[in-house]
Structures are given as C-alpha cells and as structure tokens.
C-alpha cells in the first residue's frame, strides 16, 4: 500500500541521502498535496526549486545544475506500475535556456 503522502517521504529520502546537492524539479503542474510537501521541504532544506512549462508533459529532474534526468512518470505513481528515467546528455544551463526559448 502506498502511503498517503508519498511526496513528502520522496523529498525526504532525497534530503537525507543527498544534503548538499541542489534539486530542480521541471514539471507541467503540481496537485495540492505535492505543492504543500515542497513548500515544507522548501522551509527545512532550501535545496529546492521547482519550474513550471506546459511545453511537455514528463518531468525532468536536475541535480546540482549538472545532471538532467527525464522523468516518464509522476513520482507519486512510483511503485505502482513500471516506472522509468533516463539521463539526458545535456548540460543544465543548455537545456534550461532551451526551455526558456520555447515558453
């Protein structure tokens, strides 16, 4: 069974084994619970930042303005089907400014 807030246990998990990289978080929308769950995150960590674009539909992950990871699925839906992400070959501040040009 899923936990109800699975959002927040996400961000935890990535807060403890992760402190002191800093997380981009590239999305079309966020539900209530989920913009609750980074708010909280936001105020303990601050090693967070989430960017809205309706230009796709899958997230994208970016981690220390270095790595950018496509995400297929929303990470509330993780464990419940098969789930995949992949490392994109691109830089953060190119692939930020190419988004930036389309919006």
């Not at 796709?56 to 990470?75: E, M, P, T």
């Amino acid at each position: 069974m899923q936990p109800k807030h699975y959002n927040a246990i996400v961000l935890a998990v990535a807060h403890n084994k992760f402190k002191d990289i800093k997380f981009m978080i590239i999305t079309q929308s966020t539900s209530k619970q989920l913009k609750l769950d980074i708010e909280k995150y936001k105020k303990q960590h601050g090693n967070l930042t989430i960017r809205k674009s309706n230009k796709f539909h899958d997230r994208f992950l970016i981690i220390d303005k270095n790595i950018v990871y496509h995400l297929g699925a929303s990470l509330k839906d993780l464990g419940k089907k098969v789930f995949a992400f992949s490392k994109i070959d691109i830089g953060s501040f190119e692939f930020i400014e190419r988004l930036d040009k389309r919006q």
